[in-house]
């Protein structure tokens, strides 16, 4: 009998190992529930108790799981019996019968409970909201737990943030600007006659993670996408989200009543130029009423602004919320500027810091979340804390424009939520990034969180199947900035890679000890994931350093790189301060004090070499090459060693995704497998670089128990990727 | 006191490794003696007792090294003094007096001694031999001695081969087939008008090691090679190889006869054909005196031969050594031919073995080490010990065409030992290849020694520096094939980097802390050498996997490469026929039966899936994945874990080598640097192609503690190097 079982448990691992899948369901997928308990089958029925567009998104959704659960068509209802599951709100009797609406209220339309109530004599199981929105993110809610076999019936939901947006940086040639997964999905050119089904879809996987905003194009604007002609494109994009409660949101240029408009002027004080925005904006709000609002890059790299005519950006942000205002629209403005000047980290704060208090409250200002440029790691952008009268929104990304483009495996909940926890001490000790921008500390009207997405047309819309668990980590940090990363990557892993063990369900013994060793890989799986940004810093840029990528594309590493002509801020050597002394950039009071911008503790801990964290320590502080780090060991050895740990990392990971083959499909499997190759040879190419070119600097020899360079700095220097910047 | 001599010492780490050395020294470098054992000045004066174009030589090289070890003129006498270094043959007076004539002769004029000796009151060292030529190769011997701090003055030697020759593949165009180090050394465009002070090193270098013949032209050769204009610049040469006691060879095609002396065909049984060489011959020895004789290819990669004519080997061999009887020249005939028809292995031994006792005296068979062509490992050819009446002599690869070209450090020695330490049972146990070719065994008028040779016109002679030991090791064999590797690699490491410590003796602490450090690494180098030869073989073909190289140029894998058109024993899928079942060639009795032209036991051995060794295995057997190997693994496992070991080696000797620093000068130690650094990457190509090709077959997975491949199968595959087989 045993023999049978093994060749039975071959015959399922070869045939499921077969059966190909290109990775673009995403989390999304509903496999046969292997309990009751994981199941829809638990519920007799479901009721929908009223009409409405997310209502009918939301019952699409359960019946869509309850047949890929069952293989049945879900049974439904008109009014509750025995064990139905109820999807209804306050403007529903039953709902109201409940006596929860002071909850409802409280948690907002899009919040919602997921409950077991007694209704007459019935048991049953509700989701209930104040709203349709609540209803959706709830039935989601509800069949991730059947997915991650967590059910509870003790739900209580409501976002963390009112805005939770993602950033395409798409133009409407289709090129994506920093995208690592194909073009764009938004096809401008067949718009409006054809919608592609993946709009839909898009809008479906937002929802499913609570996102609930999309500003569709490129900070980097052109102020065609306001011309009538994209606008009605716009229209019918903002059809297909309006289904899944998703507003859209436009990038605008600043220039565009000259460009556009054919003004002579796009100065915010102008009369003419306002009116032209308060036309537009009307025009917009005609074709989209539920239009979101603006995003703006004014006065950055390049860009026009309201400087360009002796204005500030007070004066841009709130000529622009003016005319959004009548339609409840907002103005997200970004700090993402850096006028020559100063030491390029301390120029944001010094743009803004001043006009604290001065925009309008349809007026939120977008920060990165570091102040320089979404590096592998940094410290949290001073801003945050700073501007106490001023409603702020983090800006993050998605996308790997520094951290390996679509090739490297890099989990980024773990450096959001390194940066949501980070302690400002603006407020006293616990004033956390996330408690700032949820407005729990100033109060903010607005509160949002935006992320640039890492989408495009690929299969598996991402280019790297783990690049997706980034776009549900910004979801799901967004609605939720409690979570912890350990349980975004375990919903995430359990839902995405969840593929039977068994088709046939007598072979319990068989499958019994699949799932514990497919329970040990997909656990290890998790570890890596959580680990995998921390790796990515080692191999890349640790100990504080940053920006010694190579030139426009950012995939490698090119810390000797120099441009004849470029901006001394552009390159890698203004930020490393590689020199014989030592390494990094001295920004404590004695050098360009950036510190100061950090409110105390962290201003005397960042100015202190002794003090500094090691993970900012090159980013505050020209260190020594023998300077003892806090292991005891040089700064040159520490470095060596922390390069070295990172190449070894991705090779356990490589063993680690081997070992998951059993369990994943064919595809996705070999897919992931190969980059992570990639991966493994890049951390090489980094350390080798790194270690090769700092060493021209140090003098001193790569401790003898590492690993040696397998590369020429000569030969690494030749290197020139064709890379573009759009994709 | 410390802090002085630390600073002290680092100043000479850092002006020692700022001298550049090119490497052109090769091992000949005298450098200023530590001690009074080690130099010249021991002895009062040189005495050279005779006159000689040879012995001209021998004084001139110690004339050369007194002066570097001493910075002095040497004192020259003309009759002995009290500690003299006398130098002369049997035909001074003085060396007759002593009594050691019959020694002498016995040694022959090649063999020499070195002794303290008596003459009349004084004590003198006499380096004595029955011809000029001993006392060159004496002269050498104990400059050798001085340079290895090995001194003895109880020194008796004489050569294990009368012929110990180098095999230029180099054409006349200037390009070296299978060379690595650059163009020809043979400057035939300029010659005979211009001599290169190469031809006078080269020479020099080769009598160093007791070389006394070369092969000038590539076995492919033009029948152009004997035209007269070249016969007069093949004289040029000759006139300063003949200064070393080095005789010229040439290769000759078949054809000459027709191709160049317009005959109507070349048929080595007709009368014009013979009087044709018979003129060619005389011609040249009229030119050359001493020359040396022909090299053959005949019949062999479609080069023409007697076989074209109906006739055979004997034939073709016997009219040529008929030809240059008169003049003392010989008949060097390939055996390496393979004319389709039985697994490839076989084919030499075929063709050959049915003509033993039919040659002429002046013919000898030049027989490659293994049956096959210069793999990383064979087993022994089975044409030794089978051809009893019949001179053969081995023919070595010292280019490494399979073995990394002049990228990878892999010390022949090893290899070539084992070569000739194998036992072919052939006259019962104990007859060695060593013994067989010597004549000890089979008696053998003329015996020889050959190695195709690996040298060019880079700076460093051989492309990789330590290439220069494989030179060196032939040259040793040659001379004696009774030394060990590792004594031989000794040699080689003391000579070839024996950089000055201090220039300053005075600092005795730090010299004598100095020279631990360095004998330390200088043994772990040592260590490295004596073990690259294996690592290769792990990395590249273990397990007796054979000739899965990549097409034509032979550098990288390719055991999936299929030409079409292409013969099938010139592709890999010929020798290492993987398939579900398992890999290897099954030469057994129920396969190709190449395992009966082995004599017992052997060829019980390797008949027996059992007993046949681990590094021949998979040459003589197609074994199970699932097979048990000695070592309790099974097959597949096993072939993991070697190709890991050879990667994991690679990286071992980058640590020795970047230890190596402080005591290599800055260019040789930053050449082999990038030179290891390439065979590291190419150890984990070598690795990821076979194990991920081979997998495709086994089904099974690398086990997962070992290094995954960092390479796609698909992406290995496209690898197309742009090399010519010439280079």
């Known amino acids: 009998m045993k023999t049978i079982y093994s060749i039975f448990f071959f015959f399922i691992l070869i045939s499921g190992s077969l059966s190909a899948e290109n990775g673009s369901k995403l989390w999304l997928r509903y496999q046969p529930a292997t309990t009751i308990e994981s199941s829809l089958v638990q519920f007799s029925s479901v009721v929908c108790l009223e009409k409405g567009n997310l209502l009918r998104s939301a019952t699409n959704e359960l019946k869509m799981a309850y047949s890929e659960m069952t293989g049945k068509e879900m049974p439904v209802s008109v009014v ?16 109201r019968s409940l006596n929860i609406g002071k909850e409802l209220a409280q948690l907002g339309s899009e919040g919602f409970v997921i409950r077991r109530v007694k209704l007459n004599a019935d048991s049953c199981t509700v989701i209930a909201s104040a709203g349709e929105q609540g209803v959706l993110y709830g039935v989601f809610h509800l069949l991730r737990m059947l997915q991650t076999n967590s059910c509870s019936f003790n739900v209580k939901e409501h976002p963390s943030y009112k805005v939770r947006i993602l ?9 994506v600007e920093r995208g690592y997964a194909g073009h764009s999905i938004w096809k401008w050119d067949e718009l409006p006659a054809t919608i592609s089904p993946r709009y839909a879809e898009y809008a479906r996987a937002n929802a499913s993670i609570g996102i ?3 500003v569709l194009n490129n900070v980097n604007a052109s102020p065609e996408m306001l011309s009538t002609e994209n606008l009605l494109k716009v229209k019918a994009i903002a059809a297909v989200l309006r289904s899944y409660n998703i507003r859209a949101y436009l990038s605008i240029n600043f220039s565009s009543p000259k460009e556009l408009g054919g003004l002579s002027t796009s100065d915010p004080l102008n009369a003419d130029v306002r009116k032209w925005w308060k036309n537009k904006a009307a025009e917009v709000y005609k074709l989209i009423p539920d239009f979101g609002g603006f995003l703006v890059k004014a006065n950055s790299e390049g860009l026009p602004g309201p400087m360009d005519y002796g204005r500030t950006h007070v004066d841009g942000a709130n000529m622009l919320a003016d005319a959004l205002k009548p339609f409840g629209g907002i103005v997200m403005w970004r700090a993402f500027v850096y006028e020559p000047g100063d030491d390029r980290v301390k120029l944001a704060y010094n743009e803004f810091h001043k006009f604290d208090g001065q925009f309008r409250d349809n007026v939120i200002i977008q920060v990165k979340n570091g102040p320089v440029d979404f590096q592998p790691r940094e410290p949290f952008s001073p801003l945050f804390g700073a501007m106490k009268k001023t409603a702020l929104m983090p800006e993050l990304q998605i996308t790997q424009e520094y951290l390996g483009h679509s090739n ?8 959001w939520k390194e940066f949501l926890d980070a302690d400002t001490h603006a407020a006293g000790d616990g004033t956390t990034i996330s408690k700032l921008t949820t407005g729990e500390v100033y ?9 640039v997405a890492n989408i495009g047309n690929d299969d598996n819309w991402c280019g790297h199947h783990f690049a997706q668990a980034n776009w549900y980590a910004f979801g799901r940090l967004a609605w939720n900035n409690q979570l912890s990363s350990e349980q975004i990557a375990d919903e995430w892993i359990k839902m995405t890679f969840n593929r039977q063990l068994t088709a046939d369900s007598g072979q319990q013994e068989i499958k019994m000890s699949q799932q514990v060793s497919r329970d040990s890989c997909l656990l290890a799986v998790k570890k890596m994931m959580l680990s995998s940004h921390q790796t ?73 070499m002794n003090q500094c964290p090691d993970k900012y320590l090159l980013w505050f502080q020209h260190v020594p090459w023998n300077f003892r780090m806090k292991s005891g060991k040089t700064l040159w050895n520490e470095l060596c060693y922390t390069y070295d740990k990172g190449v070894q990392s991705v090779r356990e990971y490589q063993k680690i995704w081997d070992k998951a083959e059993p369990f994943v499909d064919a595809q996705r499997f070999a897919e992931v497998q190969s980059k992570l190759r990639i991966q493994a040879r890049d951390a090489v190419w980094w350390k080798d670089a790194c270690l090769l070119y700092f060493q021209t600097f140090s003098k001193q020899p790569i401790p003898y128990d590492i690993e040696r360079p397998v590369h020429d700095l000569d030969s ?10 759009h994709n």
Chains 1, 2 share one sequence.
Request: charged letters at 15%; a neutral charge.
């Open 536 to 608: 990515a810093v080692d191999y890349m840029m640790p100990l504080g350093l940053h920006h010694i990528f190579a030139w426009t594309h950012h995939y490698g590493p090119e810390p000797w790189c120099d441009i004849p002509g470029a901006r001394p801020d552009w390159l890698p050597k203004y930020y490393h301060k590689a020199d014989s002394i030592g390494l990094g950039f001295d920004r404590t009071t004695n050098g360009s004090n950036a510190v100061s911008q950090y409110a105390s503790p962290l201003k005397e801990q960042f100015n202190d």
């Open 716 to 725: 690494l220097k030749a290197i020139k990727l064709d890379m573009k910047h």
């Open 212 to 214: 609930n905003a999309t």
């Open 408 to 415: 490297h495996l890099v989990f980024l909940s773990s450096m």
């Open 443 to 451: 109060p903010q009207k607005i509160t949002a969180f935006a992320g």
């Open 167 to 175: 950033n395409h940086w798409d133009n409407l040639d289709g090129s």
């Open 80 to 95: 509750p019996q025995s064990n139905s599951l109820l999807l209804g709100t306050l403007q529903n009797k039953y709902i």
